[in-house]
């Protein structure tokens, strides 16, 4: 890679767009296009804003800089490495987040859901919440600075990932008042009962995860694939939530694409699905009432 003719953050912008697009680069986990992947990167990688003004985009760079630039791009281009874990953060709900390939990335519907108070569904101002695979904490955090006056659990059952829910519950300094908790599902919740609970489980089938682009892989594998069917996960927490929900409590569940199969599974169930922008991903919201009719 030669820096011949790139001067400016404008140039390797424009630069990195054209290489992306010609090594066919895949976007779904954080960008919306291959203008914002480059932007992204170009900007992140020098610890710049992504809101940076135009004006300072003909700004040339040092020549660390461009070693700096070129090194990250090169391995967005050749390794395919995600752009969230070359920048070791990323953003959800206009809130940063760090992340590694310890974690997902973070990307759901939620982030529009969670600023709108899942009204009109959630009828009670939550004191306690439970953000179920919790991975990188992102949705547990966004609910906890939402509703300032609750306890927020965040719950997985990787070790590893907790590391990192750790490490932003100490970004966004929730100390006192977010925890997280080592647990397969609800299995060491025994007993404990929440407004709120927002999950969003893995959802993919075993082969449908071979199959996915090479930026995939580097994500953590039992955070996406959930069996053959790619509705184990989503399965349990549908028949167990109840027993963790008040009874004016609310299970919001991200069921990527399995709306359709879910409608036909559980045809006694009348679930509410949440309006957002993004497409091919369903939200669904069930009262605790509803997630007794589960059983």
């Not at 966004?142 to 927020?152: G, K, M, Q, R, S």
């Not at 965040?154 to 300094?173: F, G």
């Amino acid at each position: 890679m030669s820096d011949s003719g790139l001067a400016t953050l404008r140039d390797y912008i424009r630069w990195a767009i054209s290489q992306f697009s010609q090594a066919q680069v895949f976007f779904a986990q954080g960008s919306d296009s291959v203008f914002d992947e480059a932007r992204t990167l170009v900007l992140g990688s020098l610890h710049l804003p992504y809101e940076l003004h135009d004006k300072y985009l003909d700004c040339n760079l040092h020549t660390d800089e461009h070693a700096i630039v070129q090194s990250i791009l090169k391995k967005r281009i050749e390794q395919r490495i995600p752009a969230a874990y070359l920048l070791g953060e990323t953003w959800f709900a206009g809130l940063p987040f760090k992340v590694d390939e310890r974690v997902m990335i973070p990307r759901s519907p939620m982030a529009e859901l969670i600023p709108q108070r899942f009204s009109p569904w959630l009828i009670k101002v939550p004191q306690r919440i439970l953000d179920l695979g919790t991975g990188s904490g992102c949705l547990g955090i966004t609910c906890a600075l939402e509703f300032p006056d609750a306890e927020v659990i965040l719950a997985d059952m990787s070790e590893q990932a907790l590391q990192v829910a750790d490490e932003n519950i100490a970004l966004h300094q929730l100390g006192e008042r977010v925890y997280t908790l080592r647990s397969d599902i609800f299995a060491q919740l025994a007993g404990q009962r929440f407004d709120l609970i927002v999950c969003n489980p893995p959802s993919l089938q075993t082969e449908q995860w071979a199959q996915l682009p090479r930026e995939f892989q580097y994500e953590p594998r039992q955070s996406s694939r959930s069996g053959c069917t790619g509705l184990e996960f989503i399965h349990q927490v549908l028949q167990q939530a109840s027993q963790h929900l008040s009874n004016k409590g609310l299970l919001v569940l991200d069921v990527g694409q399995h709306r359709s199969k879910l409608i036909e599974l559980y045809p006694m169930l009348d679930f509410t699905w949440l309006e957002h922008s993004q497409v091919g991903s369903a939200v669904l919201a069930l009262t605790a009432q509803q997630c007794a009719a589960c059983q």
